[in-house]
């Protein structure tokens, strides 16, 4: 008889609720992991409001920091007991698309390799983290060691939105010197500013209406903060630029405005790094893309995932550059998911990341 | 007294007219070509009909192949005498912008060096090339010998159309062994053709309407020519390449079908090239953009100029790898430059590129 | 009892062998190929002569061409009977260094993921393909199917040198417009001079010493052909590019006296990209390299494996793009794989590559 | 009767003297320049030296900061009085190289453009910094305003040192995460570990073996510094990288032991970003260079010059994101400047940088 386990279910639209689940049954390229921490996530919010649809029954949940519990037959050069973390994105590695650098797009053994958004397994097409135990697949390629010295909490930001933000700032291509503009200090903008900083820009300015959140961007990089309840964001930056525009421009939201107050004060030549999930059709304003003559560039990123990245993720984390302690405002156990949903949801008390935790 | 000199002139919507003008005078740092061959750009067209605001007056033209008149004291290295061009995009390059390798966005000494399209000088912020004489400024930067051997026709695409249609290929980072579509096979797109298959594309899939220009691609370098008019070109390229999509696609027209096309026939993480000029705000449909997490990227690109890159252009032309001279399908003298624009603005007689010649 | 297969074995220095061996089992991750066309490269020749170590009854050959005999358990997306090809480079893509795209130097599940040239199993550290029956580890990443309509000839340079010589010209970074020279027009070299065409160089000149060799190297996309028996080859092609350099220059040969001609060739901020196996220090003359002060770049490359990289090369011969098909000179059975080493190590009869045939 | 002025002027090795010379006449294109601050460069003791040859009576010193005197007819955008700087190389803008991104190798108007090191003008091909006044040539691209509220201190490394070590962390392509290592922390060395970890490196080890300069470089970001009079320097980085060895590895001191051992200590498929002025040819280890298979990248950099160059890196100072003041450890009057010669090429008294002052 399967040993049972808590974890957080997509029942239908409106309702995550905890249930008893099986504890995984793994292959020999698997690994199971005893999740100590996880956190929620917006997109489990969209999933939450039956915006992003999942399978009923599905385990939520895609960034894991745990101990490894069981290794498959194949998976070398891991211990049982060993911490680790794996990738949001927890791709294949053999595909084409992965072979491609193109790992987030994983089509695993399909004949040409790609699908849209297809290294996004846990909590979307298998189940997830919000669990006491996860069954990773391609474990050899995704299980990476957390160095000692650090807590569960320090690596918690890894999977995602670390990993998210940095991205944004590296397909930016951030040079040393750069003027940035981030739009929106979420959770995922506020690393996006710690990534332009640690990329050497030397202006970053960031936009977003709530104190809290613009105060926190100080503490990741941010030298200005636009509150955009209160000025008119494009002129300001336009102004601060001298009337050039900014060098990179990263949206970190999702929505209309912010796309296209990113693509308005861009330089001629400058780059567009989008982050946000957009719900609606985007329009690229005639005058704000120069008709098409501006040497613009839009680029968009998923969360890069892999045992490379995080062991990057985590060396910086390590190397102290970066300290995204404070971004964890609240901690529940795994027991309190659904209270813990609904804080996050409502973005109630200042929240910004919740550490879900093993009772 | 100064010389007079025929000029194709701007005199109002709907008139370009061939005037009598002085010949124009030089400083220190320009030169004056004797124009022996220059062509009509659609762009021109576009200043034609009023739909690109340009001064009364102004001559007009971006593209001359021509003989140094004179040289202004600081110009060296030429001799007069010397058969020369000069790219349609003739930037200062001593701005902020031309340093940092943004040529075409030349803002001069303005300030923060940045102005949108600010290197498009010829027929736009000065005097044009569709005339007996061009002052050619910044002229040590500008001036690209014209190897032996090669004559004015070979030469004629370098300044405008084939530096764009290459630089789509080059903005879509294309690579050996690329599947590529371009969507349409006017000149522009055409040389982006050749440009996709100079940069080693192994599967080139064009679109376009007009038997002409599909056959004229296959000259190029296309390897699968679709007629909208007769297929679902999305649907067919998604077939011809197994359902993964195209690894770049270029768009060569500035229409919000073509583009919205180009974007759903890429793969995830693929390069929608953008060198059409738009007359109208461009929707980027959600589900074509993987509601922002499909790792694509839109890259727009304006002509690059300068002697290097045209002196890059004569030698693919002296190499042989590609022939353009099919495109000049039509030959008229100055004199008739009125005519001239009559046929090519009304698309008549299969007409790709004239040849404007010194009487 | 075990099936048993010929396979050429590598017994002690200047002895390669035909012996008898059980065909290789399989596990839940391999494939096992019926090998129908193989060939034998330089490096076999350096392990015939017990220059470069292997184990003393490996099988050696690395450059597979065949049928899917077999498939591990957790192989997907092929089936039995299929034809495909594997790289020479046969990574796991799972360890750190496949993640940071540097497969070739793939450490498998060594814990920090390196191994200089780790990528290389086949005939170096597994059993290789000159055999009846090879077993290709990690398939799910290296299986690559052959499509339709190309022969196993067209085909046999995808795993080994039709990838390293078109690295070279990837590494170098050969732009639209480029004059490039390539040392040595051996195989590899030969492949290096198509592969700077594919990447649009617009003048191509290649070195070498014997007449065949230069007469193949015009087939295969040189523009001037230099033999150094005549000429002083530094000098002319200085000469040949007008005192400048060429923007790029590849070795691929592995002798001090290429290398150093190939640094002394280039324009200051030129790459060198070297694909030579060296068997000696190297020196860099203070001059050539300005003293470190040129901007020079020197890069190496080891031949890309992994069945994207297949994909695309067998795409480019599919294409027609290029033929490579002139190079195989020779064909010989398996049985006869002993004479072949002998005629190949001696480099008789103007040959080229000899195709290795199943009976 | 031209007006006179003090300028440090190379008689014969061995000395430089300060002199009285004219001030300099401008062209159309110069800029006059008084010098407020400048600086002795290690370039400049080879030349006293005369290890580096110059011409007799030439000015030396390639590092000003000063007030705009006067400027030629054709510079625009700029007034006198104003306060600015040049960089050390200091190009034309205008020629192929410059057009080519290699503006260091600045050929100027001769025929192919290119010249080893030619962009370095002062105090090697016209007259230099270390005077009251200084000609700045092509000033509309080289003259970049100082922001106000920066000292000339503040500002003085970036027309050579800081350009050129965050040139050695840039060329390294230095991404975030990666493990660097920079043999020597004289004052390049030290602007190359700020650089590296401006461009987000988490883990930089550096090599020395003067207690003061590794002090220094901790403030400059060092992780870890390393004495090579007390460690095995190779095989404690190897140690340090689990014998992975570094992602890049930066040379700032130019020999064959520092060049070998920044070889050695690179991972596979690593980069060797080299900033030394070499005096003997170089000798690649075959072990160490893998026998040409390893992946390996040799890069090197001179000094990136221009007014969008400067403006970046007094952006970057301007910040507070890096401060290069302590480096200042001496100032002299231009009057005593044989002195500061003196002091600093014995590198007495702990020696770092010295500013040399106006009267």
Redesign the interface.
Known sequence: MAMMMKAAVFVEPGRIELDDKPIPDI???DALIRVTTTTICGTDVHILKGEYPVAKGLTVGHEPVGIIEKLGS?V??YREGQRVIAGAICP???S??????????DG???????????GWRFGNSIDGAQAEYLRVP?A??NLSPVPDGLTDEQVLMCPDIMSTG?AG??SANI?????VAVFAQGPIGLCATA?AK???A??IIVVDGIDERLQMARQMGA?ITLDFRKVDVVAEILKL?????VDASIEAL?LQSTFEAALRVL???GTLS?????????????DA??????????????CPG????M???M??I??G?VDLGPMVTHRYPLEKIVEAYDLFSHQRDGVLKVAIQAI
């Not at 630029?241 to 525009?245: L, V």
């Not at 893309?289 to 998923?302: E, N, P, Q, R, W």
């Not at 892999?306 to 990245?309: F, M, S, T």
């Open positions: 292959g020999p390229n194949n070398q050069g294949s590695f053999t084409y698309a992965c072979q491609d650098h193109c790992s987030a797009q695993g053994s399909h004949s040409h390799g790609y699908k849209p958004m297809g391609d050899q390629a940095f700032a590296e040079r040393i010197g750069d003027t990534g640690l990329r050497g030397s202006k030298d630029t001298g009337g050039r525009g999702g330089k001629p030549g989008s982050l946000g999930v957009y719900s609606t059709d985007l329009r690229i304003p005639l893309f120069c008709a098409g003559l501006g040497d613009h560039k839009i680029v968009t990123s998923l892999g045992k490379e990245r062991r990057r993720l060396d910086v390590a190397s550059r």
